[in-house]
């Protein structure tokens, strides 16, 4: 069994930072890449940021230069820093876990909520 446990959100002021930290436990036989989604009421869940197994990170265009994810490996932890927060980053922050088996595994962390006010 595979689980994701995320900490991190709460409320901030715009232009304020957070940083999400999501650890998973398990068994993880080997990562294909880990990633933060969010979802905001009415909106679908979107892509925030993705680092592969390799070291590459991709960010979508609203958080570049704000947002960065990183891992500790040693921990099997993934985090978010996020910087200059405005009130478009308000939503449910998801961690996302993709294991490569075939065929692929995908978990979910529960979710943290981040709210900035504007």
């Known amino acids: 069994q595979v689980q994701l446990v995320e900490s991190g959100g709460g409320l901030v002021q715009a232009g304020g930072s957070l940083r999400l930290s999501c650890a998973a436990s398990g068994r993880i036989f080997r990562i294909k890449g880990m990633g933060w989604y969010r979802q905001a009421p009415g909106k679908q869940r979107e892509l925030v940021a993705i680092?592969?197994?390799?070291?590459?990170?991709n960010y979508t265009d609203s958080v570049k230069g704000r947002f960065t994810i990183s891992t500790d490996n040693a921990k099997n932890t993934v985090y978010l820093q996020m910087n200059s927060l405005n009130a478009e980053d308000t939503a449910v922050y998801y961690c996302?876990?993709?294991?490569?088996?075939?065929?692929?595994?995908?978990?979910w962390g529960q979710g943290t909520q981040v709210t900035v006010s504007s």
């Open positions: 680092i592969t197994s390799g070291g590459s990170t």
């Open positions: 996302r876990l993709d294991v490569a088996t075939v065929p692929l595994h995908i978990y």
